[in-house]
């Protein structure tokens, strides 16, 4: 009862301090991959010229907008919201709070759309859309012309809108000539004044999409090219959201493990495909959750993936997973390069076996999936946990039921 009062004069008191401070333009981005990472794109460049305020990236929507609001300052000129939905109506309950005067979608796939949570594919559609319909004529809308949900729903819009992407003929900003690297992403940049290239540190050819969101926001909010470009530069990898680091056994580890849906899995896959590497390239892939009727499907379609590109094994964890393990060898992969484990400590069993110095190994999977104790696992820490999904959000390494579940 504390708890629900405590909130509830939270959000008056955000509500109140945000009429307060009417400097701001108040940037929205929703969507179902890349908001995270596409809103510390749009925050490194408009920082270049704007004192600019972010989101926590690592709050839910509902307890973060009213903590973000509430840590505005005078001086701050740009707001950058994360608006984040799973279940119905609480679009309409983040829009009571704060509406945005620029919305950024990036994306839409069927995460969220178990009965649990929004329930269908159209329904992910329908809420999300929300965020564009309360835009004004005078107000803008910056889309992902790539994605094709989100240019359905870009029908009868009444804010201006903008598209980025790869189609050069329909997008006001398209990027051509990406190449990936251990030390990041560089690629060309169309508008209509003309072409130039930029470097991102961002390793993966997915995220020029967040850039060119950050791009085109920068454009609308006055940036010169200069100042966009150095703003781009200053972006590094997110810890678990395709960072490089140094992975057990004398590996190399391309860690993507906080979150997984289908989208993200199929853009690390290519990633990994793509990067440079001395040894094997092996992937382990966790369960992407709250798919609902569309899990089977998705998994299938990972499977396939992962036998069209160049990787060299296959280590899938978890239940759902055995669908995309089965995909792989149907697909073409080799029986001695798919692995099939039930838990992480199965997966992690199997990759002391294969892991050898110099490999590009690839870690992904939901958030509460956990994928992480594989990593402690293969380091010789203990870990007794072998749930293939908990509830808790925190890293494994600091849960106290790490070596007392089972």
Request: glycine fraction near 8%; proline fraction near 3%.
């Amino acid at each position: 009862m504390f708890k629900r009062i405590y909130h509830r004069l939270k959000r008056k008191l955000a509500r109140i301090w945000l009429k307060l401070n009417p400097q701001l333009t108040i940037i929205g981005i929703t969507g179902s991959y890349g908001k995270t990472t596409t809103s510390q794109a749009i925050f490194q460049v408009l920082s270049e010229k704007f004192r600019t305020l972010q989101t926590d990236l690592n709050l839910d929507t509902n307890y973060n907008l009213p903590l973000t609001l509430l840590k505005i300052r005078p001086w701050h000129q740009k707001l950058i919201l994360e608006y984040g939905v799973d279940h119905q109506g609480e679009m309409d309950f983040h829009l009571s709070l704060v509406k945005p005067q620029i919305v950024v979608l990036t994306g839409i796939t069927p995460v969220h759309a178990d009965k649990e949570h929004l329930g269908s594919l159209e329904n992910i559609k329908q809420e999300k859309r929300k965020l564009l319909l309360c835009l004004s004529k005078k107000e803008i809308a910056i889309l992902n012309y790539d994605d094709l949900n989100v240019r359905q729903m870009a029908k009868n819009i009444k804010a201006k809108i903008i598209f980025y992407g790869s189609d050069k003929k329909k997008c006001d900003y398209w990027a051509e000539k990406i190449k990936v690297d251990l030390k990041g992403t560089s690629f060309t940049l169309g508008f209509k004044k003309g072409k130039i290239a930029l470097k991102t540190g961002l390793i993966g050819q997915h995220f020029v999409q967040d850039c060119l969101a950050a791009i085109a926001v920068g454009f609308q909010q006055g940036l010169t090219i200069k100042e966009i470009k150095k703003g781009l530069a200053k972006l590094k990898p997110l810890n678990g959201r395709l960072s490089l680091e140094r992975g057990p056994l004398g590996s190399v580890l391309l860690n993507d493990s906080l979150r997984a849906n289908p989208a993200s899995t199929l853009a690390g896959l290519q990633t990994l495909a793509a990067l440079p590497c001395k040894g094997k390239r092996i992937a382990v892939l966790g369960e992407m959750g709250e798919l609902g009727s569309f899990s089977r499907e998705e998994h299938q379609k990972i499977g396939e993936k992962v036998a069209q590109l160049k990787i060299d094994y296959l280590v899938a964890v978890g239940p759902l997973q055995k669908i995309t393990a089965q995909q792989a060898l149907k697909s073409g992969l080799e029986k001695q390069q798919v692995f099939w484990a039930s838990d992480v400590i199965e997966a992690a069993k199997i990759l002391k076996k294969i892991l050898k110095p110099g490999d590009l190994f690839y870690l992904k999977g939901s958030r509460l999936k956990h994928m992480e104790r594989i990593i402690l696992l293969l380091k010789n820490q203990k870990v007794d946990c072998k749930v293939v999904s908990c509830h808790n959000y925190n890293q494994c390494d600091v849960c106290p039921n790490l070596q007392k579940r089972s």
